[in-house]
């Protein structure tokens, strides 16, 4: 009976260190598993490291951790590390650093004794004991360095956990690459994105340029005939003085009513005032004309310019942009013959300026095949579910070669110094990035059409 009682004692207390072992594991685990989670949330490199190191203290204790990396067969290099006092220094490949690469964990009681630290001056006071755990990948093999202030701190205990947690520390490595990878393909898309940005606004402004002696012949016609009719009226202005002072005078003159009326008979055409009456009314109209053209030209000017991100409705009045692009590129269109068919109150899914854009590189293009000369046709409709608008033209049009390669950056069919290169890539980019999509078809000798497919606003 007493037997049985020791031996069932012996099983409860296996249980309860067999529990405590479990309960042990289980809050490394949970610790582990944290860390992980926190090391992918980091949302930046140097975060990323600081957290990795983080992950590795809860599994070995250290002062300072860095991690080797080969650079041949003899050297090693510190890429990082949690003290920047470490920061690309070179170690030398010495036994110990040798068995390490092989994969064998390894703790060195006192650093003062290995080869590899004699050559090291920096914190010659602060390390005195040194653990090394092996990192696998697919290229190599480095080292992460864990090191404490006391003589003998690492023991065959430490081993034992590096061997245990080695697969958990080479899969953390290579999470932190993975999201190495990631953040760098995102700072990649970030950085695309502004040069693109920058690229348009650029391309924008340059376009604005060259259209900028146009658009001042397009207001100066206005303004002209505006500035006439005032010059006109002011040179009238002391006539009609004069003539309001006769007219006072005689009105509180003496005279009878016979010889007033004779009088003013007399001052009407003295100082012009039938002239003058009958001319008010066409020089009102066309001053109001006047200032009508410039508003509507300054309007499509600020269209053209309004950066996407402005347009809170985010959506294209397609009638509406192809009157304004047209305004601001009238003076490159005088001697062409426009055609449209177009359809009313056509809404597209984008913003007003970037299409501005579009259209305006567009026109000048075809203005541009058509040495100044030619028709152009513009149509938009309904096709199935989408807003199609064409943009045709009777100019020199271009090779398959050239049609293939349209759209890439920097290809021109211009001669060199008359284009960038960057127009019709913008307009690729600029369609694409409202849902939708341009194509073309070209022949040489018979002109180039654009296909513009834009989601309509429903």
């Keep these: 009976m007493s037997h049985e009682k020791e031996s069932l004692l012996e099983n409860l207390n296996l249980i309860y260190r067999l529990k405590e072992q479990a309960e042990s594991l289980r809050k490394e685990s949970d610790i582990l598993l944290h860390g992980m989670r926190d090391i992918l949330e980091a949302s930046s490199r140097d975060e990323l490291y600081r957290k990795m190191f983080g992950m590795f203290g809860k599994i070995i204790p250290y002062r300072y951790c860095f991690i080797l990396v080969p650079s041949d067969s003899t050297t090693l290099i510190c890429t990082h590390t949690t003290d920047m006092r470490f920061a690309e220094t070179e170690w030398q490949m010495d036994p110990v650093l040798a068995s390490v690469i092989q994969g064998q964990p390894s703790a060195v009681f006192n650093v003062g004794i290995q080869p590899a630290w004699q050559n090291i001056d920096i914190l010659e006071n602060d390390t005195k004991s040194v653990m090394y755990c092996p990192l696998k990948d697919d290229e190599h093999t480095s080292i992460v360095v864990f090191c404490s202030t006391d003589i003998g701190f690492y023991t065959q205990e ?15 490595i290579l999470s932190v690459k993975a999201k190495l990878e990631a953040l760098a393909t995102q700072r990649l898309r970030e950085e695309k994105a502004l040069v693109e940005r920058s690229m348009i606004q650029s391309e924008r402004m340059a376009s604005l340029g060259l259209l900028a002696a146009g658009v001042a012949h397009e207001i100066n016609n206005p303004i002209g005939y505006v500035k006439s009719n ?71 000017l600020q269209s053209f310019v309004r950066r996407g991100e402005d347009n809170q409705e985010r959506v294209i009045d397609i009638d509406q942009c ?13 001697d062409i013959h426009i055609h449209f068919n177009t359809e009313k109150n056509l809404h597209a899914k984008g913003s007003s300026g970037p299409f501005n854009q579009v259209l305006v590189n567009l026109f000048v293009n075809a203005a541009y095949a058509m040495s100044g000369t030619g028709e152009l046709s513009i149509t938009s409709e309904c096709v199935d579910e989408d807003i199609c608008i064409t943009i045709s033209d009777n100019g020199c049009g271009m090779s398959t070669e050239s049609v293939a390669r349209i ?52």
């Design 407 to 458: 759209f890439e950056p920097f290809y021109t069919t211009k001669p060199q110094g008359e284009g960038t290169g960057l127009g019709l890539y913008i307009c690729y980019s600029l369609v694409e990035s409202f849902g939708g999509r341009i194509e073309v078809t070209s022949s040489e000798g018979v002109g180039t059409t654009f296909y513009i497919w834009l989601k309509p606003v429903k």
């Design 322 to 334: 192809i009157k304004d692009s047209l305004r601001v590129v009238n003076s490159k269109l005088e």
């Design 158 to 172: 430490h081993v034992n956990i590096a061997n245990r947690y080695g697969d958990f520390i080479e899969q953390t």
């Design 230 to 300: 005032v010059d006109y009226l002011s040179n009238h202005a002391p006539k009609l003085k004069g003539f309001f002072s006769q007219l006072h005078c005689i009105l509180n003159a003496d005279d009878n009513a016979d010889e007033k009326l004779h009088s003013i008979e007399k001052l009407i055409p003295y100082y012009q005032c039938d002239e003058l009456i009958e001319e008010y009314s066409d020089l009102c109209e066309e001053m109001v004309d006047g200032v009508e053209r410039v508003k509507d030209i300054v309007q499509s």
